[in-house]
Structures are given as structure tokens and as C-alpha cells.
């Protein structure tokens, strides 16, 4: 069974961090491209992070305040998120991807307000 489970999202203050992680089952991690995807409020999908073989990517928007990271051990990739700002609300989707094979996991709230 091929599976995503994403955790850690939540209400937290403008300046604050958070931890997001995807926990996958029935394949492997590090043989995928891992993605971050966000669906903001009265906004199109926005591809925020990417982590694969060759190294790792951001968007403009949350270059030096989102780290992707993952452990292949434990087959999860985690987004680590700081100094967030309240245009970073919005759900948060994990997307694993090789070849033609595409996966998607539930998503997670993540809001900041104050």
C-alpha cells in the first residue's frame, strides 16, 4: 500500500516555527522526488520546496526560512519552516514523485496569525 502521511501543521504566530513531515510507506524515499506543494487561500498551488538525488530547491518566497530535509532511515521528509508570515498560511501537500509514478498525501493546515 502506497501512502503519504503528513503531520505537524497548526496555529502559530508571525515570526514562529513549525515542523512539517512526511511519513511514507511502500516505496522509498530516496529513490523519489519529494515535493512541498501549498495551497494558500484564493490561490493557485505553489510548489514551495523539492528534495531529491541531486540536491534540493526552494521557492523565491521561502528561500533561507524553509529547510527540506530527509531521513532515510525512518523513509520520511520533513519541511522545517521559520520566521513564517501569515502569507505562508494555507495547506501544505506532500507529493512524491519517480518517473510516471505520483503520490500525494492528505495534506495539513499550517495558519499563522497572531
Known amino acids: 500500500q502506497v501512502q503519504l502521511v503528513e503531520s505537524g501543521g497548526g496555529l502559530v504566530q508571525p515570526g514562529g516555527s513549525l515542523r512539517l513531515s512526511c511519513a511514507a510507506s511502500?516505496?522509498?524515499?530516496?529513490?523519489?522526488?519529494m515535493r512541498w506543494y501549498r495551497q494558500a487561500p484564493g490561490k493557485d498551488g505553489e510548489l514551495v520546496a523539492g528534495?531529491?538525488?541531486?540536491?534540493?530547491n526552494y521557492a523565491d518566497s521561502v528561500k533561507g526560512r524553509f529547510t527540506n530535509s530527509r531521513d532515510d532511515v525512518k523513509n520520511t521528509v520533513y519541511l522545517q519552516m521559520n520566521s513564517l508570515k501569515p502569507e505562508d498560511t494555507g495547506v501544505y501537500y506532500c507529493?512524491?514523485?519517480?518517473?510516471?509514478?505520483?503520490?500525494w498525501g492528505q495534506g495539513t493546515q499550517v495558519t499563522v496569525a497572531s
Open positions: 507529493n512524491a514523485l519517480f518517473f510516471r509514478n505520483q503520490h
Open positions: 511502500g516505496f522509498r524515499v530516496s529513490a523519489y522526488v
Open positions: 528534495i531529491s538525488s541531486v540536491g534540493t
